[in-house]
């Protein structure tokens, strides 16, 4: 278990490192660990992509492009929980992209962001983290910030 430090005693450049065996991100400022989160990160068939990358994206109230609804012209959904490669849209509906609040994309497709967090890996590949922690990591990082994520 590392131990987390209060980000206002180091500064230095920031980092992530998410750790797929433990579910967990840890958020560095240079050698120093500032903050970790629980994550839930790709499920069988979805895995979240291992190597060293770089932040490429931003976006605080991103959509999912892919994963969401079909909803109608109220909003109510119509068809949930849909891929739109594979769920052919129901008349008179719209897609509605699932919620990922303060998204960090760091490969195409791939992120940190807001989410639902079962205990095991649940999601399509990002990796999911409770608000205040995706709102940390979010608020720290830049576009080139590096993300190693390890099995």
């Not at 797929?20 to 069988?44: C, D, F, K, M, P």
């Not at 195409?108 to 590949?125: I, K």
Request: hydrophobic content about 30%; proline content about 8%; overall charge positive.
């Amino acid at each position: 278990m590392v131990t987390a430090n209060l980000p206002q005693r180091h500064s230095g450049r920031p980092s992530i490192v998410v750790k797929l065996r433990e579910q967990q991100a840890y958020l560095y400022r240079g050698r120093y660990v500032t903050a970790a989160s629980r994550i839930s990160s790709g499920r069988e068939g979805h895995r979240t992509p291992i190597g060293s990358f770089s932040v490429i994206r931003k976006d605080e109230g991103h959509r999912s492009s892919l994963y969401g609804d079909y909803v109608d012209g109220s909003g109510r959904v119509v068809r949930p929980n849909v891929d739109v490669r594979k769920d052919p849209k129901p008349a008179h509906s719209k897609f509605l992209g699932a919620s990922m609040p303060y998204f960090v994309e760091f490969s195409p497709g791939y992120g940190l962001h807001q989410g639902y967090l079962p205990g095991v890996p649940a999601s399509h590949g990002c990796i999911r983290m409770p608000y205040w922690k995706a709102r940390q990591f979010y608020n720290t990082v830049h576009v080139g910030t590096s993300v190693v994520v390890k099995p």
